[in-house]
């Protein structure tokens, strides 16, 4: 079966320091992966995905996330934080042949303090 | 903007009753999945529905069904609702062939009392 494996359900960073949010997988095919970003009583937006080709992917508002097949993992990096970048983020993962069925991480709650 | 719409935004039912809730996916996306997101939680996959048909489910009980109309627009029914039905529910629209869903929908709030 396949999951999704969230490291830490909330992260707290200072303005303008790294933000790191981790994300593990299991899957027994080549998986598309997905980051989403959930603020307060809204919808999902994408941030970026991986599904073939280059494994360094960028996504919007500075965020870039690497897929390494050999640690199963997809972490999310942005160099410097915002105030504005506080939310829920979501890791995701897809089997290309299952039409497109999402299964999502627990969530990391990001924290930005001034 | 994202172009996929959810209505009501909030809804509250009681215990056993049915509930019929609205999206409209974004343009040129014919495939539309349904996600149900306990508080707290990641969302879940409901179903995923392409050119009319049922493409996938997940591990919700027949209570839960679905349409898509012509111009790609959905419904979620659900019957008999039950307290654990309360949650916020997320429809999402895609390509056929992008892997996953790129925009959702902000949702409708369901309450069951």
């Known amino acids: 079966a396949q999951s999704v494996t969230q490291l830490g359900s909330h992260v707290s960073v200072s303005e303008g320091a790294l933000v790191l949010l981790r994300c593990n997988y299991s899957s027994s095919v080549p998986p598309y992966l997905f980051w989403y970003v959930q603020y307060p009583n809204q919808g999902l937006q994408l941030l970026l995905k991986?599904?073939?080709?280059?494994?360094l992917v960028k996504g919007i508002n500075g965020f870039e996330a690497e897929f390494k097949k050999s640690e199963t993992s997809f972490h999310l990096t942005k160099p410097s934080a915002h105030m504005s970048d506080a939310a829920e983020y979501f890791c995701a993962v897809s089997l290309y042949n299952q039409g497109g069925k999402l299964i999502f991480g627990q969530g990391t709650e990001l924290s930005v303090k001034p | 903007e994202t172009g996929v719409t959810q209505s009501p935004t909030h809804l509250i039912k009681t215990r056993g009753q049915q509930v019929t809730l609205r999206c409209s996916s974004q343009s040129g996306h014919n495939t539309v999945s349904w996600y149900q997101q306990a508080l707290g939680q990641g969302p879940q996959f409901i179903f995923q529905?392409?050119?009319?048909?049922?493409?996938g489910r997940g591990n919700f009980p027949p209570r839960f069904s679905g349409l898509q109309f012509p111009n790609y627009s959905s419904e979620l029914n659900v019957n008999a609702l039950e307290l654990d039905d309360s949650a916020l529910y997320l429809c999402?629209?895609?390509?056929?062939?992008?892997?996953?869903?790129?925009?959702f929908g902000p949702g409708t709030r369901l309450l069951v009392l």
């Open positions: 991986y599904t073939t080709g280059a494994t």
């Open positions: 999402a629209s895609s390509s056929r062939t992008s892997g996953g869903p790129e925009y």
């Open positions: 529905y392409y050119r009319e048909e049922e493409n």
